[in-house]
């Protein structure tokens, strides 16, 4: 069974920065593009960042384009998202799973809070 754990969120003021982490087990990590996603309060999950499944680019949101980087550790089976520049618009839940989406359940999410 595919588990994903997602960590590193926390309450953060406006202009601050953030690094997220997400960790796999019960598959190959290496062999799967992945992602992250978001769900702010009232609003639907949305896409953050990914990798291509060729691994050898990334695509961003436009919402966080240049201030998001998305990267991977194989060997820790742990794909990582770095914020920074944080606005309170970014505030949600962050979820890290397949992109394209699989099927894979998801974890139980990392809340990040961006004060004003």
């Known amino acids: 069974q595919v588990q994903l754990v997602e960590s590193g969120g926390g309450l953060v003021q406006a202009g601050g920065s953030l690094r997220l982490s997400c960790a796999a087990s019960g598959r190959t990590f290496s062999n799967y593009a992945m992602g992250w996603f978001r769900q702010a309060p009232g609003k639907e999950r949305e896409f953050v960042a990914a990798?291509?499944?060729?691994?050898?680019?990334?695509i961003y949101a436009d919402s966080v384009k240049g201030r998001v980087t998305i990267s991977r550790d194989n060997a820790k089976n742990t794909v990582y998202l770095q914020m920074n520049s944080l606005k309170p618009d970014d505030t949600a839940v962050y979820y890290c799973?397949?992109?394209?989406?699989?099927?894979?359940?998801w974890g139980q999410g990392t809340q990040v809070t961006v004060s004003s």
């Open positions: 990798f291509t499944w060729n691994g050898g680019s990334t």
């Open positions: 799973n397949t992109h394209p989406r699989d099927g894979t359940p």
